[in-house]
């Protein structure tokens, strides 16, 4: 497992920016790590919002958030980013980054072992 801390949530109106950060301590790991973020409404599924395979190219987001969201990573930093533009009321949700040590992507939370504690995001006028 790989720790992973996340920061940037907090309450943004409609149409407004915020940027996730999720660090991870051990800096030689997190370069043979998938990040994924995943989001989570109470009540309802995991979703899978965006990944990126270890060297941070070409991620894969979902639909919902396609064009409006950017993840990247930054292997120096130890540290994957989720910028979120553009928000909209149904994308507030807890937000979490999640870690697994295959080199592909995958929106199946059951498969990773390495989580942060997760950042709220609320997005509300």
């Known amino acids: 497992q790989l720790p992973l801390v996340e920061s940037g949530g907090g309450l943004v109106q409609p149409g407004g920016s915020l940027r996730l950060s999720c660090a991870a301590s051990d800096g030689a790991s997190f370069d043979y790590y998938t990040i994924t973020w995943f989001r989570q409404v109470p009540g309802k599924e995991r979703e899978g919002v965006s990944c990126?395979?270890?060297?941070?190219?070409?991620?894969t987001y979902a639909n919902s958030v396609k064009g409006r969201f950017t993840m990247s990573r930054d292997n120096d930093k130890s540290t994957a980013y989720l910028q979120m533009n553009s928000l909209k009321p149904e994308d507030t949700a807890v937000y979490y980054c999640?870690?697994?040590?295959?080199?592909?992507?995958?929106?199946?939370?059951?498969?990773?072992?390495?989580w942060g504690q997760g950042t709220q995001v609320t997005v509300s006028s």
């Open positions: 999640a870690g697994r040590r295959y080199n592909y992507c995958t929106f199946d939370a059951r498969l990773y072992a390495s």
């Open positions: 990126t395979t270890f060297r941070g190219r070409e991620p």
